[in-house]
């Protein structure tokens, strides 16, 4: 793969960088994405109708054990070059800025340590009554985990459909859209709000805008630059491209 000059200057001379993740940046660590059909018992689901609290308030029992599934398999996870790439562009790059949608903690594990999870993380679970996180609970086929302090439902301590995202991480991500030389969204469909403002705020703001996707996105039109393939092979052939490592 080659990469436009214009793209390799621009990136040897910047110190301010973001980068926007989404399911896309896990699918070849072998997590499934949001749109990819699901497989198994969950095919029968839609992730957007499990991923609301009136789904967790309908039938707790289903959406705690979807997402024990999914953290079984996040853990079961092993980053891929591209997370790996993206670490190495944080070690490179003066002030870089992660924001992920992901919540399968694959980034920390591949060594990014400035990241915004805008919508929480699977590997976490906290009370839905009190808030109160919880380190253990029990898990079992007829068990719905409850609170050790209030008794209320456990649940994972991410951020819903309809749920707000945390203030500080969409704050800090919003402030390195507006402040960002180069912006770069990877693996999103970017349709979910408001984290798909994001690149739309750095272009405003002057920004250059690389898109890493496997397919055209509702950004393709917008972006500067648009790679269309597996972030796994673009990002290494990239860092690579530009800072010979
Ligand atoms: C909110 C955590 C305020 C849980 C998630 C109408 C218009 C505008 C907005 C709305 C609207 N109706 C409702 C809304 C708001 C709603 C929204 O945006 N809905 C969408 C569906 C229209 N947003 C919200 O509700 C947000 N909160 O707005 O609060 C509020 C308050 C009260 C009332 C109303 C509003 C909360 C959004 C957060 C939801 N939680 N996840 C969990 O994970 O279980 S979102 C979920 O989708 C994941 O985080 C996921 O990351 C995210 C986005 O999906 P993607 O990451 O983009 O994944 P996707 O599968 O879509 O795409 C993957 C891409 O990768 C594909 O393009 C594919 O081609 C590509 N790819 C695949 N393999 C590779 C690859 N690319 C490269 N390499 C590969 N190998
Ligand atoms: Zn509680």
Redesign the pocket.
């Known amino acids: 793969m080659d990469f436009h000059p214009d793209l390799i200057r621009f990136l040897k001379k910047a110190t301010r960088v973001a980068a926007l993740t989404?399911?896309?940046?896990s699918?070849?660590s072998g997590l499934r994405?949001?749109?990819?059909a699901q497989t198994g018992f969950w095919q029968q689901y839609r992730?957007?109708d499990?991923?609301t609290p009136r789904a967790f308030a309908r039938d707790p029992k289903l959406v705690w054990d979807w997402?024990a599934y999914?953290r079984e398999t996040a853990k079961g996870a092993h980053p891929n070059a591209?997370h790996y790439a993206l670490a190495a562009m944080e070690k490179i790059i003066p002030e870089f800025t992660l924001i992920t949608?992901?919540?399968d903690g694959l980034h920390r594990v591949a060594g990014s340590q400035n990241i915004l999870e805008?919508?929480?993380s699977?590997l976490k679970v906290r009370c839905s009554e009190c808030g109160t996180y919880a380190d253990e609970w029990d898990e079992g086929l007829d068990v719905l985990p409850r609170c050790s302090k209030c008794n209320g439902y456990l649940r994972?301590a991410?951020?819903?459909?309809?749920?707000?995202?945390p203030r500080p991480q969409l704050d800090a991500a919003v402030n390195a859209a507006q402040t960002c030389q180069v912006f770069f969204s990877?693996?999103?469909?970017?349709?979910?709000?408001?984290?798909?403002a994001l690149a739309h705020t750095a272009k405003a703001a002057g920004a250059v805008v690389v898109e890493?996707?496997?397919?055209p996105?509702p950004l393709t039109a917008k972006a500067d630059f648009v790679f269309h393939?597996?972030?796994?092979e673009?990002l290494p052939g990239l860092v690579q491209a530009v800072w010979g490592e």
Do not use: C, K, M
């Not at 991410?158 to 995202?165: C, D, R, T, Y």
């Open positions: 989404g399911a896309g940046v699918q070849e994405t949001f749109r990819d992730p957007e499990l991923a997402y999914r591209g949608q992901n919540v805008l919508h929480g699977i994972p991410v951020v819903w459909f309809e749920e707000s995202l990877i693996g999103t469909s970017g349709v979910v709000h408001p984290a798909s890493v996707n496997a397919e996105t393939g597996r972030s796994g673009i």
